[in-house]
């Protein structure tokens, strides 16, 4: 495929919904005498240029998994700088947020989420909720086993309260308890930082999506890698085969 023609089905047709595992943030870190805070600080900063890109290539969705419900078990000091970096993210970002219609939403247990950081959270949610652009989707002490199991227990009750029979329990209806209840499952699912594992991200909502690992520890993960990913993602879905015109994937 000639650079031309790679740009125009670029431009018209990127997966709707890409989810990234950024991984790999502490290993950068200490390869370059840093501590582990700061490779999440540098991850913070490819983020930032990760959400931009992502909204210049026309994606829809970014679900982006910051923190999982496994990472409390990491040295408090780090996790600490974990729920640090929200409230410093926000507070920086939001007027640039608005400006550029980028709808901040969470999917993940934020009960359990210290109050300043939770606050800085729902505050971004808040302020966004009309926007219409690229929506943000941060999986915040988020568990993909939890997840199910929190919405096996709210359709357990919907059957108690004889507002579902259980021969009525279906695909759809789990969906609607799922975090991700407002948004179309993952075409692209990303991980960054060389291992090969779904750590129980987007257990349910990935069934179908492509997988695609990379080496790259994610503070290093540029536009080029992303659109790497996306090259790939059509290679795979034979992109090239449809007429791009008339847009028909
Ligand atoms: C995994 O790398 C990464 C994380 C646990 C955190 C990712 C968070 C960010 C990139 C920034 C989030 C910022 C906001 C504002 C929500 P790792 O620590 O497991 O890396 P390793 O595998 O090299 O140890």
Known sequence: MNNERRKKLMKIIAPQHIAITMDGNGRWGKERGKTRSEGHYAGAQTMEHIIEASR????????LYAFS??????????????????????????????????RIMISGDLTKVP????NAITKAIEKTKH???????????????DEILQAMRR????????????????????????????LPDPDLFIRTGGEKRLSNF???????????FTDQYFP????????????????????????VLRNTV
């Open 115 to 118: 109050k300043r950081t939770r």
């Open 220 to 243: 290093d993960f540029t536009k080029d890698f992303l659109l790497e990913a996306i090259y790939e993602w059509q290679r795979r879905k034979n992109i090239d085969q449809y007429d």
């Open 69 to 102: 419900s496994e990472n409390w078990k990491r040295p408090l000091e780090e996790v600490n700088y974990l729920m640090f970096l929200p409230i410093k993210f926000f507070k920086q970002k939001l007027p640039i947020f608005m400006k550029k219609n980028i």
């Open 131 to 145: 926007n219409t652009g690229i929506i943000v989707n941060f999986a915040f002490n988020y568990g993909g086993r």
């Open 155 to 182: 359709v357990i009750q919907e059957v108690r309260e004889n507002k579902v029979h259980p021969e009525q329990i279906d695909e759809e209806l789990v969906q609607q308890f799922l975090y991700t209840s407002e």
């Open 56 to 63: 210049d290539l026309g994606i829809k969705i970014l679900t």
């Open 202 to 212: 987007l257990l349910w909502q990935a069934a179908d999506a492509e997988l695609y």
